[in-house]
């Protein structure tokens, strides 16, 4: 039976919130285009042969009309990582045992226009305790007015707490998403932070502000481009910027180690992926 303590249920509970009303709006945005797509929610249990104590998560899925595939998942785990894998975490090097909330959203948009989107805020515990995650904007066919927007809700609000730091996680998401092999980032950006230590309250307030940002802006961004015409060119060039997206999560991306190193659930971890890609 995992043990959780008051702060790590104030965080999961938030994360669960969150997924509640961010899938409620995606969708109504699917009603909005005449689809009746719904998510599907597939509860998963940690095995006990993972490392521990267990726990589990929620893997929601809706593939629409709007949403040609959108995973949003949480998460409640806890345990000990395999010694290897404890020396790569923060806090983990002496004593392997861990908590970890959180929740990963990705979505894949059926018209090219509309971007691909990345959303993740945690809250790991070990021998320390600390916050992490951030959201990217990932279009294969970029608007200036899209990314401006999006990041303008994102420094809105690291500017309203303390822990924000706009400019430093901005660099750090443009660090991190950027894939080496082909020398692009994956996309336009966003921000990317982790290792958010000190007073939890302020920290968690400021993850908070990340997922409402998130779920304002992004919504506001699918029904401005969700109608606009597209071709068979604009498909290919999609499916080819898909391409990419899978080799950075596939080769790169820590969320990806996280939940393979930790027995998460095989499907929920590869919700990332898109549903059909391209290599030329």
């Not at 305790?129 to 420094?155: C, K, S, V």
């Amino acid at each position: 039976m995992l043990e959780i303590d008051s702060e790590q249920q104030t965080a999961r509970t938030w994360f669960e919130s969150l997924r509640d009303r961010i899938c409620a709006e995606f969708e109504a945005i699917e009603r909005e285009a005449g689809s009746n797509a719904r998510f599907d929610y597939t509860a998963w249990a940690r095995p006990d042969d993972a490392g521990g104590e267990g726990g589990g998560g929620v893997r929601g899925v809706m593939k629409g009309r709007v949403f040609e595939k959108v995973g949003v998942n949480v998460s409640t785990v806890g345990g000990a990582f395999a010694p290897e894998f404890a020396r790569t975490i923060h806090g983990a090097e002496e004593d392997p045992g861990f908590f970890a909330t959180g929740i990963s959203l990705v979505a894949h948009m059926a018209n090219p226009h509309v971007p691909a989107v990345h959303m993740n805020t945690r809250f790991l515990t070990t021998t320390k305790r600390w916050f992490g995650g951030g959201a990217d904007l990932n279009p294969p066919i970029p608007y200036p007015e899209d990314t401006t927007e999006f990041h303008g809700a994102l420094r809105a609000a690291c500017e309203a707490h303390g822990p924000g730091d706009y400019p430093r996680f901005k660099q750090w998401a443009d660090d991190y998403f950027w894939i080496p092999h082909r020398k692009v980032h994956r996309g336009e950006g966003g921000i990317f932070y982790d290792h958010l230590e000190g007073d939890f309250a302020e920290n968690l307030a400021f993850s908070q502000a990340v997922g409402e940002a998130f779920l304002e802006v992004f919504p506001r961004i699918v029904r401005r481009r969700m109608q606009q015409p597209w071709d068979d060119a604009d498909r290919a060039r999609m499916l080819a910027f898909r391409g990419r997206y899978a080799e950075f999560n596939l080769v790169y991306d820590r969320g990806t180690l996280f939940g393979l190193k930790t027995g998460g659930n095989i499907d929920a971890i590869l919700m990332s992926l898109p549903p059909v890609a391209t290599w030329e």
